[in-house]
């Protein structure tokens, strides 16, 4: 705050010169990015770092090879939509051929898709989509499976975990999260109707849902919640992998009579597999999804496939086909539990 | 001085009391050792950051990299672990790890005279960058956790959960050394008037040192609760904790202007934030709502401890302000 | 006149920042043919507008000695305002007029409470914070609103025609030049300066401190209502989770600026060109395909650089100029939070 300050200005701009300087040599010593033949791939999660995307970018990075395509694996740190934008400008200004995309933000980055879009890039979203108003920014969607069929499976496998009686909650991802909410939704009505003896701690399932924000310790914080505000819970269902690793954490800590199932990755569930905190846990393999999703982007290039309902792709040697709103769909969750969760924990 | 830092606390121990009373009351779930399982289980990881965080904002400084380095430091005594190394070696590194974060802070702050908030920002987003850097998507699963941890986790001790114990011995220490050592009153002196205590003779950039290193260090220790607590460790593990732990100490009347408050003041702080939010949900109050209460109930608490620590108000009124 | 001298004196830093730009823009031309395009300008631009606008009455109340870490929940307050009324039913134009009331009314708060309270602003903010966000899921909860109005959502997503830039550019320039004005060239400018330096010193010299800083952060509610039209017309929808984490990036990017955190000293155009920068710099990186993680690295390591440079230099300085004397040891610039 004092001292002479003119004084100080050559040293400072001296040593900001040398900041400078070395700025600069890391840009220059940047790897430069490899100029295939083929197409350049943009695959996009909504947050890098997570294993779950990890695993989804393994099976993209196989379907590039296969199809001799450049792929970089590219995204924000955090799982927002306004972040995962400045990366489809950057997607925009670098001329990728194709992008596909997991939407962190259902609405948020759709004006961007469209700017995309008008600069000739085929958008394929994978594992999460954009609202279906804006179903048009994109040439098709490649989601796991109806979301009826994913909400109304969780209703079965805690079902089957509580002997068909009981009361039943869940604990989401953020309230935000689209896939979520759609899962959540389909749940409802089919739990109440399909098992008289089972219905929802707070009387409807939105009355029955926590959000832990795909947040270990606020996933953490609201399984607790659960059991403190409904002691008689007798399962909880969470459709998303950072819930259910918690929640099943939280159970074995406490000790708790709960039974918990939902979506979980094999790799990071199976301790609690084998030990029997959990009896069942399902999940489609992300690894299909990066890979069908590449295909679906490349053939849409190669105006091979144009989106349309009932048009078709291949995707190494099966044939998937567009269904109304635009959605390709891989099939129904696999399920693990200790009969086969030695074999898949080695493979995502 | 003693009785001051006793009254200090008093109005925000009665509250926690009141609170959790009639809260349990509503939800007599909560009101049982379950329900005092969770509480303590619960605060366990606020309660030990918030010795660290203490220490710092005592000084009137403060420091905001403290959740990038306990994240860091799990992930780092989670990967050792799970390459075979056993529990010492791994909490050592996790431990040494904080303690350089620490003195890279105290270094700068301390040495180099630069603002504590400026400084911690860096070294937040620095560690948090380096440390998805290293770890990627990688994940340490619960079953690499060393087995000491995990079995601290899930057990108890005279019904009070192991890792609550680990945090408030540590809290009685610090606590203890704050009270009861010179080095340590220091640091109260440093926080309420800074020109005095160098025209006191402390040694004030050691001090300042020491607390970001010992703090640092408190946050790589941290990292071994963070582990048990949560059965993982990856690159958002301990995201945005630091808020917490600065909110948990203001409500316990560790005062941001410096030179006030006491750890034990801070726990309780971390206490009742963590009773605010059981009993919210044992009362069935919607989590959205949940949110805004707890945000007006935090602002009620600074505003209450301003009304009944009016005592300080005069200090701050004749300090000689730069 | 002090003032002057004080205007002189803080030449530094911030110029160092400029500097710094000149070079980010340079050397990203030469690195990368992508950098330089008006595409890209226009990308930069868009994505920077939100922090700009916050960053402005955040350099104010940071040089008064305050702080507002609640702008990010208040922002998204005010977009979930907008978007909530709308859906009700209300017509899109007096939906941000509600927004621009709800903006208002959060400045007030935070400005009543730190000021007619004496409430630390850090700590108070905290909890305006949790208290801000937490409405915004209560008005929305998980349902998100879309399907704007196309001619709205047209002014935050395309361009003025014939130009690459963005339509918020006509919205931002006009408010960057009033603030600089504001803050060097008039009375309100030399009483924040005054209120940074010493608050008792400003009251006794017959500044209404209360009154001024309370208004301060009113027009930062403003200024934040302002943000949050753009944010919610860019990203064609009100969500309760926008803008998570705006709060540290804008104190960051005004730090950088050069602006202490002690306050009493800093400059606007040194937050300006602190703001181009921090755009530019993540484009830049962007385009040479650097990770995210990286980007965090840069950014933290940018920070310490910001506050370690000057330092090391007036150091070196003083040890140079003082071989002779007894050191005294600094007794001001080791306070942190104010």
Same mark, same amino acid.
């Given at each position: 705050?004092?001292?002479?300050?003119?004084?100080?200005?050559?040293?400072?701009?001296?040593?900001?010169?040398?900041?400078?300087?070395?700025?600069?040599?890391?840009?220059?010593?940047?790897?430069?990015?490899?100029?295939?033949?083929?197409?350049?791939?943009?695959?996009?999660?909504?947050?890098?770092?997570?294993?779950?995307?990890?695993?989804?970018?393994?099976?993209?990075?196989?379907?590039?090879?296969?199809? #001799?395509?450049?792929?970089?694996?590219?995204?924000?740190?955090?799982?927002?939509?306004?972040?995962?934008?400045?990366?489809?400008?950057?997607?925009?200004?670098?001329?990728?051929?194709?992008?596909?995309?997991?939407?962190?933000?259902?609405?948020?980055?759709?004006?961007?898709?469209?700017?995309?879009?008008?600069?000739?890039?085929?958008?394929?979203?994978?594992?999460?989509?954009?609202?279906?108003?804006?179903?048009?920014?994109?040439?098709?969607?490649?989601?796991?499976?109806?979301?009826?069929?994913?909400?109304?499976?969780?209703?079965?496998?805690?079902?089957?975990?509580?002997?068909? #009686?009981?009361?039943?909650?869940?604990?989401?991802?953020?309230?935000?999260?689209?896939?979520?909410?759609?899962?959540?939704?389909?749940?409802?009505?089919?739990?109440?109707?399909?098992?008289?003896?089972?219905?929802?701690?707070?009387?409807?399932?939105?009355?029955?849902?926590?959000?832990?924000? @795909?947040?270990?310790?606020? %996933?953490?914080?609201?399984? @607790?919640?659960?059991?403190?505000?409904?002691?008689?819970?007798?399962?909880?269902?969470?459709?998303?992998?950072?819930?259910?690793?918690?929640?099943?954490?939280?159970? #074995?800590?406490?000790?708790?009579?709960?039974?918990?199932?939902?979506?979980?990755?094999?790799?990071?569930?199976?301790?609690?597999?084998?030990?029997?905190?959990?009896?069942?846990?399902?999940?489609?393999?992300?690894?299909?999804?990066?890979?069908?999703?590449?295909?679906?982007?490349?053939?849409?290039?190669?105006?091979?496939?144009?989106?349309?309902?009932? %048009?078709?792709?291949?995707?190494?040697?099966?044939?998937?086909?567009?269904?109304?709103?635009?959605?390709?769909?891989?099939? @129904?969750?696999?399920?693990?539990?200790?009969?086969?969760?030695?074999?898949?924990?080695?493979?995502? | 001085?003693?009785?001051?830092?006793?009254?200090?606390?008093?109005?925000?121990?009665?509250?926690?009391?009141?609170?959790?009373?009639?809260?349990?009351?509503?939800?007599?779930?909560?009101?049982?050792?379950?329900?005092?399982?969770?509480? /303590?289980?619960?605060?366990?990881?606020?309660?030990?950051?918030?010795?660290?965080?203490?220490?710092?904002?005592?000084?009137?400084?403060?420091?905001?990299?403290?959740?990038?380095?306990?994240?860091?430091?799990?992930?780092?005594?989670?990967?050792? +672990?799970?390459?075979?190394?056993?529990?010492?070696?791994?909490?050592?590194?996790?431990?040494?790890?904080?303690?350089?974060?620490?003195?890279?802070?105290?270094?700068?702050?301390?040495?180099?005279?630069?603002?504590?908030?400026?400084?911690?920002?860096?070294?937040?987003?620095?560690?948090?960058?380096?440390?998805?850097?290293?770890?990627?998507?990688?994940?340490?699963?619960?079953?690499?956790?060393?087995?000491?941890?995990?079995?601290?986790?899930?057990?108890?001790?005279?019904?009070?959960?192991?890792?609550?114990?680990?945090?408030?011995?540590?809290?009685?220490?610090?606590?203890?050394?704050?009270?009861?050592?010179?080095?340590?009153?220091?640091?109260?002196?440093?926080?309420?008037?800074?020109?005095?205590?160098?025209? +006191?003779?402390?040694?004030?950039?050691?001090?300042?040192?020491?607390?970001?290193? +010992?703090?640092?260090?408190?946050?790589?220790?941290?990292?071994?609760?963070?582990?048990?607590?949560?059965?993982?460790?990856?690159?958002?593990?301990?995201?945005?904790?630091?808020?917490?732990?600065?909110?948990?100490?203001?409500?316990?009347?560790?005062?941001?202007?410096?030179?006030?408050?006491?750890?034990?003041?801070?726990?309780?702080?971390?206490?009742?934030?963590?009773?605010?939010?059981?009993?919210?949900?044992?009362?069935?109050?919607?989590?959205?709502?949940?949110?805004?209460?707890?945000?007006?109930? /935090?602002?009620?608490?600074?505003?209450?401890?301003?009304?009944?620590?009016?005592?300080?108000?005069?200090?701050?009124?004749?300090?000689?302000?730069? | 006149?002090?003032?002057?001298?004080?205007?002189?004196?803080?030449?530094?830093?911030?110029?160092?920042?400029?500097?710094?730009?000149?070079?980010?823009?340079?050397?990203?031309?030469?690195?990368?043919?992508?950098?330089?395009?008006?595409?890209?300008?226009?990308?930069?631009?868009?994505?920077?507008?939100?922090?700009?606008?916050?960053?402005?009455?955040?350099?104010?109340?940071?040089?008064?000695?305050?702080?507002?870490?609640?702008?990010?929940?208040?922002?998204?307050?005010?977009?979930?305002?907008?978007?909530?009324?709308?859906?009700?039913?209300?017509?899109?134009?007096?939906?941000?007029?509600?927004?621009?009331?709800?903006?208002?009314?959060?400045?007030?708060?935070?400005?009543?409470?730190?000021?007619?309270?004496?409430?630390?602003?850090?700590?108070?903010?905290?909890?305006?914070?949790?208290?801000?966000?937490?409405?915004?899921?209560?008005?929305?909860?998980?349902?998100?609103?879309?399907?704007?109005?196309?001619?709205?959502?047209?002014?935050?997503?395309?361009?003025?025609?014939?130009?690459?830039?963005?339509?918020?550019?006509?919205?931002?320039?006009?408010?960057?030049?009033?603030?600089?004005?504001?803050?060097?060239?008039?009375?309100?400018?030399?009483?924040?300066?005054?209120?940074?330096?010493?608050?008792?010193?400003?009251?006794?010299?017959?500044?209404?401190?209360?009154?001024?800083?309370?208004?301060?952060?009113?027009?930062?509610?403003?200024?934040?209502?302002?943000?949050?039209?753009?944010?919610?017309?860019?990203?064609?929808?009100?969500?309760?989770?926008?803008?998570?984490?705006?709060?540290?990036?804008?104190?960051?990017?005004?730090?950088?600026?050069?602006?202490?955190?002690?306050?009493?000293?800093?400059?606007?155009?040194?937050?300006?060109?602190?703001?181009?920068?921090?755009?530019?710099?993540?484009?830049?990186?962007?385009?040479?395909?650097?990770?995210?993680?990286?980007?965090?690295?840069?950014?933290?390591?940018?920070?310490?650089?910001?506050?370690?440079?000057?330092?090391?230099?007036?150091?070196?300085?003083?040890?140079?100029?003082?071989?002779?004397?007894?050191?005294?040891?600094?007794?001001?610039?080791?306070?942190?939070?104010?």
């Amino acid at each position: 705050m004092k001292g002479s300050p003119l004084n100080m200005q050559k040293n400072k701009l001296k040593a900001v010169l040398a900041v400078a300087a070395l700025g600069a040599v890391a840009l220059v010593s940047a790897p430069a990015q490899a100029n295939a033949a083929g197409l350049k791939i943009a695959i996009m999660p909504k947050a890098v770092n997570i294993g779950y995307f990890t695993a989804w970018n393994k099976g993209a990075q196989t379907a590039c090879k296969e199809i #001799k395509a450049t792929c970089t694996y590219l995204g924000p740190t955090e799982a927002t939509g306004p972040a995962q934008v400045q990366f489809i400008n950057q997607v925009i200004q670098k001329k990728y051929d194709v992008l596909v995309i997991s939407a962190a933000d259902q609405n948020a980055i759709v004006p961007s898709l469209n700017k995309a879009k008008a600069a000739g890039i085929k958008i394929v979203t994978s594992d999460a989509d954009v609202a279906a108003t804006a179903a048009s920014s994109r040439v098709v969607s490649v989601l796991p499976a109806a979301s009826a069929r994913i909400g109304t499976a969780e209703v079965d496998w805690i079902a089957a975990a509580t002997g068909g #009686k009981g009361k039943i909650a869940v604990l989401s991802a953020a309230a935000t999260a689209a896939n979520q909410n759609a899962w959540i939704a389909a749940m409802g009505p089919y739990l109440t109707s399909k098992y008289p003896n089972m219905s929802w701690v707070g009387g409807t399932v939105d009355k029955s849902t926590f959000y832990g924000d @795909d947040d270990a310790t606020k %996933s953490t914080a609201q399984f @607790d919640a659960i059991l403190s505000q409904y002691p008689d819970v007798a399962g909880i269902i969470s459709p998303t992998t950072v819930g259910v690793l918690a929640a099943a954490q939280e159970k #074995k800590t406490k000790n708790a009579s709960v039974k918990v199932t939902g979506l979980g990755l094999p790799s990071q569930m199976a301790p609690y597999i084998e030990d029997g905190t959990v009896e069942k846990v399902g999940l489609w393999n992300p690894i299909d999804l990066g890979y069908v999703a590449v295909y679906a982007g490349a053939a849409a290039k190669a105006g091979t496939f144009t989106g349309k309902v009932g %048009s078709s792709f291949k995707a190494g040697k099966k044939s998937y086909s567009v269904v109304a709103g635009g959605i390709a769909y891989l099939g @129904d969750p696999f399920t693990f539990d200790k009969s086969n969760i030695a074999t898949f924990k080695a493979i995502y | 001085m003693r009785n001051l830092l006793r009254i200090r606390e008093l109005p925000i121990a009665v509250v926690l009391v009141a609170f959790f009373s009639i809260a349990a009351l509503g939800n007599h779930q909560l009101f049982s050792f379950s329900g005092l399982h969770d509480l /303590l289980f619960g605060s366990s990881i606020i309660c030990l950051l918030v010795s660290a965080e203490t220490l710092i904002i005592v000084m009137k400084h403060i420091d905001l990299s403290i959740g990038s380095t306990i994240g860091f430091a799990s992930y780092i005594i989670g990967k050792n +672990a799970s390459n075979g190394h056993g529990l010492l070696y791994c909490l050592l590194l996790g431990i040494i790890f904080g303690l350089a974060v620490g003195a890279v802070n105290g270094l700068l702050v301390a040495y180099f005279k630069l603002p504590s908030l400026v400084v911690t920002l860096g070294t937040l987003y620095l560690v948090r960058g380096l440390f998805n850097q290293v770890a990627g998507g990688d994940f340490i699963n619960s079953d690499k956790v060393p087995h000491v941890l995990s079995f601290m986790a899930s057990h108890t001790f005279a019904k009070i959960p192991y890792l609550f114990i680990v945090a408030f011995v540590l809290a009685l220490i610090v606590g203890f050394y704050m009270r009861n050592f010179r080095s340590g009153r220091d640091l109260y002196a440093i926080g309420s008037n800074l020109p005095a205590a160098y025209l +006191a003779g402390i040694k004030v950039e050691k001090r300042t040192f020491w607390a970001f290193t +010992a703090a640092g260090g408190i946050a790589g220790l941290g990292g071994a609760l963070l582990i048990a607590r949560f059965g993982q460790a990856q690159a958002n593990s301990g995201l945005g904790i630091e808020l917490g732990v600065v909110a948990a100490c203001v409500v316990g009347g560790v005062a941001i202007a410096g030179g006030i408050g006491t750890v034990f003041g801070a726990i309780i702080g971390a206490l009742l934030l963590q009773t605010i939010v059981l009993a919210l949900g044992a009362l069935g109050v919607s989590q959205f709502w949940q949110g805004v209460v707890n945000g007006a109930l /935090l602002i009620a608490a600074i505003s209450l401890d301003k009304v009944l620590s009016s005592r300080s108000q005069r200090t701050q009124i004749m300090r000689v302000s730069e | 006149m002090n003032f002057l001298t004080r205007i002189r004196s803080s030449i530094g830093w911030d110029k160092g920042v400029g500097a710094l730009l000149v070079l980010t823009i340079v050397i990203g031309s030469l690195v990368t043919p992508d950098f330089a395009t008006t595409s890209n300008l226009g990308f930069v631009v868009q994505d920077i507008g939100e922090i700009m606008i916050i960053a402005l009455p955040m350099t104010f109340l940071i040089i008064a000695g305050e702080i507002d870490l609640s702008v990010a929940s208040a922002l998204s307050l005010v977009s979930s305002s907008i978007g909530y009324s709308f859906a009700h039913g209300v017509p899109f134009g007096w939906a941000l007029v509600i927004g621009i009331l709800v903006g208002l009314a959060t400045g007030a708060l935070n400005g009543f409470l730190v000021n007619y309270l004496g409430l630390q602003s850090l700590a108070v903010t905290i909890g305006t914070m949790g208290l801000f966000r937490g409405l915004c899921f209560v008005l929305l909860g998980s349902n998100p609103v879309n399907q704007l109005p196309d001619f709205w959502t047209g002014l935050g997503i395309n361009n003025i025609p014939g130009t690459f830039l963005p339509w918020s550019f006509l919205l931002i320039a006009p408010l960057v030049i009033i603030a600089l004005i504001l803050l060097h060239f008039t009375r309100i400018g030399r009483w924040t300066f005054a209120a940074g330096i010493s608050s008792e010193a400003a009251n006794f010299a017959g500044i209404p401190v209360k009154r001024f800083k309370f208004f301060m952060y009113v027009a930062t509610g403003f200024m934040v209502s302002l943000a949050a039209i753009v944010y919610t017309l860019r990203f064609a929808s009100a969500s309760p989770d926008s803008a998570m984490g705006y709060e540290l990036t804008t104190i960051a990017a005004v730090l950088f600026g050069g602006v202490s955190i002690a306050g009493g000293f800093g400059t606007m155009w040194g937050v300006i060109f602190s703001v181009i920068e921090l755009g530019a710099i993540r484009s830049v990186l962007q385009l040479v395909n650097f990770s995210s993680n990286a980007l965090q690295i840069v950014s933290g390591s940018l920070l310490l650089f910001s506050v370690a440079v000057p330092k090391v230099a007036e150091m070196l300085k003083a040890r140079r100029e003082t071989r002779v004397k007894t050191p005294t040891p600094s007794l001001t610039s080791s306070r942190s939070v104010e």
